[in-house]
């Protein structure tokens, strides 16, 4: 089955601890985002990469990093420098440019304890 | 600069009656605009896009929508609700302006009484 998979579904962290998500697509896209989902505030880009080795700030970079070692691959860190990381977070990807139609993962629930 | 206004963040309707989410963006030039659908604690799905083929885009669950230009507009509409379509609905646009990055609203939270 074709598809993007994240892990862990339900991730706790401590305050001033780095944590990364993880996200994995077998669709062979080239274009994969970040999205950080907080309640009425809709979906905010944090990342996105278009191509391997490469990979763009979005309106939400602050505190977070990214690395696209792999085109299958594109992990999500999030940093103590995030003052409020507890959230819901969406990994996505598209075949080819950023007008294409995204497919999501099911996302990963982030909570600082 | 691109973006999306979804206006109520809950709309309300009755089992079988005409469902309308609304949606309204602004762009200087044509954009691409997308309806997604979101059910608890999952990932988004597409349920239609328009890429200035056609102003009526027909999707999937029996949805379309209609671009409007001169509105500058793009609302989402169904004849008759299910049970099954309570869920959060997101717009999205991504044209030239914005340098094709994705921009969606806040969403509209869809739900469907008996």
């Known amino acids: 089955d074709g598809g993007i998979t994240q892990s862990p579904k339900y991730l706790f962290r401590k305050e001033g601890q780095n944590v990364t998500l993880s996200c994995e697509q077998n669709?062979?896209?080239?274009?994969m985002y970040w999205y950080r989902q907080d309640p009425g505030q809709g979906l905010r880009l944090i990342y996105y990469s278009q191509i391997v080795n490469d990979f763009q700030k979005g309106d939400i970079a602050e505190g977070y990093s990214v690395s696209r070692e792999k085109k299958e691959s594109f992990p999500l860190t999030v940093t103590s420098a995030q003052k409020n990381p507890t959230a819901f977070y969406l990994c996505?990807?598209?075949?080819?440019?950023?007008?294409?139609?995204?497919?999501f993962g099911p996302g990963t629930r982030l909570t600082v304890l | 600069a691109q973006s999306v206004t979804q206006l109520g963040s809950h709309v309300s309707v009755s089992e079988g009656a005409l469902v309308l989410l609304r949606c309204n963006y602004s762009?200087?030039?044509?954009?691409?605009l997308f309806w997604y659908v979101q059910y608890p604690n999952q990932g988004l799905q597409l349920l239609l896009k328009y890429t200035s083929a056609a102003t009526l885009v027909k999707g999937i669950n029996g949805f379309e929508a209609e671009f409007k230009k001169s509105e500058t507009s793009f609302h989402l509409t169904k004849p008759s609700a299910h049970m099954s379509d309570a869920a959060e609905y997101f717009c999205?646009?991504?044209?030239?302006?914005?340098?094709?990055?994705?921009?969606f609203g806040r969403g509209t939270s869809l739900i469907v009484h008996p």
């Open positions: 999205a646009v991504s044209e030239s302006g914005g340098s094709y990055i994705p921009t």
């Open positions: 996505a990807s598209s075949p080819q440019g950023l007008t294409d139609t995204q497919y």
């Open positions: 762009s200087s030039v044509p954009p691409y």
């Open positions: 669709l062979n896209h080239d274009a």
